[in-house]
């Protein structure tokens, strides 16, 4: 994780959150990535409804379950799906690129 984390400040990141031996979350002006260890199986692409581009809750977003009810109309196929989990507050779903890189929205409000 260290050299991880070396690597991106000399890109111009800075840590703002994680515990530094499995996640760590970094910034670089409106950019935010995570670095995770040994928590997803290759790469990840990830995205918060609920979040600002600096973690801050928003008053306005579209939820989670509504994300993932366009997707299926859009012919899409989830999978890893929590949002039958309640009517609105955290839940997640994934999907998988043409590439085969796991999406991951992740509302955690």
Do not use: C
């Amino acid at each position: 994780m260290a050299k991880s984390r070396d690597f991106y400040e000399k890109l111009g990141f800075s840590t703002v959150g994680g515990d530094e031996e499995t996640w760590l979350i970094l910034r670089s002006g409106t950019t935010t990535i995570g670095l995770f260890h040994g928590m997803f199986e290759g790469n990840i692409l990830t995205f918060n409804p609920g979040w600002s581009a600096e973690a801050e809750q928003l008053d306005r977003f579209d939820d989670v379950r509504a994300i993932r009810a366009e997707t299926v109309a859009a012919g899409l196929e989830p999978f890893d799906d929590t949002t039958s989990s309640g009517e609105s507050g955290p839940a997640s779903f994934s999907l998988v690129d043409p590439d085969g890189n796991a999406i991951l929205i992740d509302q955690h409000v």
